[in-house]
Every structure is written in structure tokens, then in C-alpha cells.
């Protein structure tokens, strides 16, 4: 029994942004509705689908444990159907442009009238208000307005968006995390509300010291291998067979970095006898280190650098990354056995509750898969289901 046991939540969301928050609902155990359009539904479900079956990675990654209705949006009496589902759900979701829902018949203002404790999250891509409000938006496109491909590359090479849809998955947690804070308001008021956040807006806000820094400062630049704002030992090292990270080495770390390196030289270099001689040094020590770390493959470095309790870790590839024994012990992947692929690893919840587990669903919903029972839940009969097919309502 999870942490929101009990909640209900109309997800009309599509691609990540969106689904990634209601996912968040469902591993936390809310009953969620998917509410997806006839015939292809979410496009997520095509994105990087394989085998006869058209299975995609990347719909069951955003949209485990859900249950989905086809209905289409278009139609009065899907539109009815909708209103009647918010009128017995705790939160309705959606990441449409704004004025997308509006014009459907299914704003904010319409569901509150139907259920006034409503909570309604919209999450867009630029924010509710302003220039490019009603613009478009996917993630690669949020991480340049926002910043983060600015700040991330080399010096002198292309700026470079992150390898990760980040932006999305920000923008989820943002969601997520406003509504679930909405509902126990809500517990404690009585009221329920609108909330809006967007892919902008949770890119500047991960930025947060950065920004603060450059508008204290007015300086910036490229990350490179390390930070810009971090004048330290702070970098990614090319090793003899991979690569492996170094981040911050106070006074107290210094020796036993010395020792792990077996550079007992530069323990008592004038250059970096200190934090601010390495400082003013720091080029020049790179240049060392990076000569030194090619001479042991990661394995060898990160025994030593874990010995001298250095804060370090290799550069893992997802294939390293879903077999590591740390990122197993706690469960962040997890093996699920799926009704068409067998028993596979799944990314499972970062988080964890002693009183309230959480359980990682092992599929996502065919498109329309409860449609009648949905329907059936809301009181209609098999005749008025029949009848909204015809009208052409269903999927």
C-alpha cells in the first residue's frame, strides 16, 4: 500500500514531461487513468518501439501501472465522459500547450465545476504567461532557452545539450511534487487549486546557485570536463581503459590523494601546498594528473581513490550502470516480469517509505485496454457504451 493509496488522477498527459509525473503517482500507489486518443494514442508509444509487437522502451518507462480509456477529445460525449471522471478524481494533469484543454471543454474552470477540490496540474513547456507561451516545446529545446546547453561542452567546441532528456524529467519531478504538496494542502484547507510549472521554468530553477553566481559575478563559460564555477580539483580523468571522476579535495584529503596516486612530490610542491596555491596552479596540476591517470584502468584507480575516501566514481555506461551491485541493492533497477517480454530489469523508484511501500508495476496499458470498465466504474451500461462507440466517442 504506497504513500497516495487511495488518491485518483485523470492523466491526459503525452510523450515525458507529463507521464513521467503520473508515474510518480502510480509507483507512489494512486489509481491512474490514462486518458489517450483512438488509434494511436500517446505518440510515446511509437518513440523507439521494436519488434512485431511494436514494444516501446520508452512508454513503459513513463507509464507503468497505469489504466487507459480511449476516448476522443473532439467528441461532446467523450468530453462528458471526462468531466464526470474528474468529478470522482483528486487530481486531473495534463502537459498541452495552453488553451489546448480550454478549448475541449476540460480548463481548469469545467472540472472545478464539477468538483470544486479538484487539483488541476498543467504542465507546459515555457510557462503560462509571456512571449512564447503558446509555442511549442519538447526537451532539447528547453535545456537551450534554459541554459544548460550554454554552460555544457568544451571551451572551444559546439555547446552540448545533456545526453538525457533532463529537461523532461525535471519538469516531472516539478509536477509531481506541486500536486502532491497541493493535496495536503488541500488536506489542510479543504481547498483544491491550479498549478502550473513548465520545462523552462524547471531548468532555471536546477540552475539556481549558477545563475545566482553569474548575475553576482557576471561570469561564465563552458563546464568542460569539470564546472565553471567550481575552481577545484573537480573533473573527469581518461584513465588506461575508460574514465573515472575526481570532485573536491579539501586540506584534509589532500595527502591521502597524494598517496593513492603515488605522487609524494606534489604533496609538498609549493605550487599546491595549499587550497588557494592549487588554486592558482590548477592548470598546471591538471596537467599532471591527467598524465597520471592514464597509467591504471578504472578498476585499479577507483580501489585506490575508495581507499583513500576520495570522492570518486568511474564514468559508467547504461550497460555498466544496470548491472552495478550499488544501483541493485537499492532497487533503483529491478527485475519485473513483463506479459509479452519476459522477465526484465526496469528502472524502479528512487525513493523509499517504511511505512507505506512502494511496487513497481511490471507493464504499461495497451491503448483503450479499460475503456469499459472505466466506463462501467462511472455507472454506464453496456448499452450506453455501445451507444457513445457509435457516436464515435471510443476508441
Given amino acids: 500500500m504506497g504513500p497516495l493509496e487511495g488518491v485518483r488522477v485523470l492523466d491526459f498527459t503525452i510523450f515525458q514531461q507529463g507521464p513521467q509525473a503520473s508515474l510518480v503517482f502510480a509507483d507512489m500507489g494512486a489509481h491512474v487513468i490514462k486518458v489517450e486518443p483512438p488509434q494511436f494514442g500517446d505518440l510515446g508509444r511509437v518513440l523507439g518501439s521494436v519488434g512485431e509487437e511494436r514494444f516501446s522502451p520508452y512508454f513503459l518507462a513513463h507509464n507503468r501501472g497505469k489504466r487507459s480509456i480511449a476516448l476522443d477529445l473532439k467528441n461532446p460525449q467523450a468530453v462528458e465522459v471526462c468531466l464526470a471522471l474528474a468529478a470522482q478524481s483528486d487530481v486531473a494533469i495534463h502537459n498541452y500547450r495552453p488553451g489546448v484543454m480550454e478549448r475541449l471543454g476540460l480548463g481548469y474552470e469545467e472540472m472545478r465545476a464539477r468538483n470544486e477540490d479538484i487539483i488541476y496540474g498543467h504542465a507546459s513547456g515555457w510557462g503560462p504567461e509571456g512571449p512564447r507561451a503558446k509555442h511549442p516545446a519538447f526537451d532539447l529545446a528547453a535545456q537551450a532557452q534554459g541554459g544548460i546547453v550554454g554552460v555544457t561542452g568544451e571551451p572551444d567546441g559546439y555547446p552540448l545539450p545533456a545526453g538525457a532528456a533532463i529537461a523532461d524529467y525535471v519538469g516531472a ?219 464515435g466517442a471510443l476508441g
Fill in 173 to 391: 519531478i516539478n509536477l509531481a511534487t506541486a500536486v502532491i504538496s497541493a493535496l495536503f494542502a488541500r488536506e489542510r484547507t479543504g481547498k483544491g487549486q491550479r498549478i502550473d510549472t513548465s520545462l523552462l521554468g524547471g531548468q532555471v530553477a536546477m540552475q539556481a546557485w549558477e545563475i545566482q553566481y553569474f548575475i553576482t559575478h557576471k561570469q561564465t563559460g563552458r563546464a568542460g570536463r569539470g564546472h565553471q564555477y567550481l575552481p577545484t580539483i573537480w573533473r573527469v580523468f581518461k584513465t588506461s581503459d575508460g574514465y573515472v571522476v575526481v570532485g573536491g579535495l579539501p586540506e584534509n584529503r589532500w595527502p591521502k590523494f597524494c598517496e593513492a596516486l603515488d605522487l609524494p612530490a606534489i604533496e609538498h610542491d609549493e605550487r599546491f601546498a595549499n587550497y588557494g596555491e592549487r588554486l592558482a596552479n590548477l592548470n598546471a596540476l591538471y596537467e599532471i594528473l591527467d598524465e597520471r591517470f592514464l597509467t591504471k584502468n578504472n578498476e585499479e584507480w577507483m580501489e585506490l581513490l575508495k581507499a583513500a575516501d576520495c570522492i570518486c566514481a568511474p564514468v559508467a555506461s547504461y550497460g555498466d550502470l544496470v548491472e552495478d551491485p550499488q544501483v541493485r541493492a537499492n532497487d533503483y533497477i529491478v527485475e519485473v516480469d513483463h506479459p509479452t517480454q519476459g522477465r526484465i530489469p526496469v528502472v524502479g523508484a528512487p525513493w523509499r517509505f517504511s511505512e507505506t511501500p512502494t511496487k513497481i508495476a511490471p507493464a504499461a496499458p495497451e491503448l483503450g485496454q479499460h475503456t469499459e470498465e472505466i466506463l462501467q466504474e462511472l455507472g454506464r451500461s453496456w448499452e450506453q457504451i455501445e451507444e457513445l462507440r457509435s457516436q
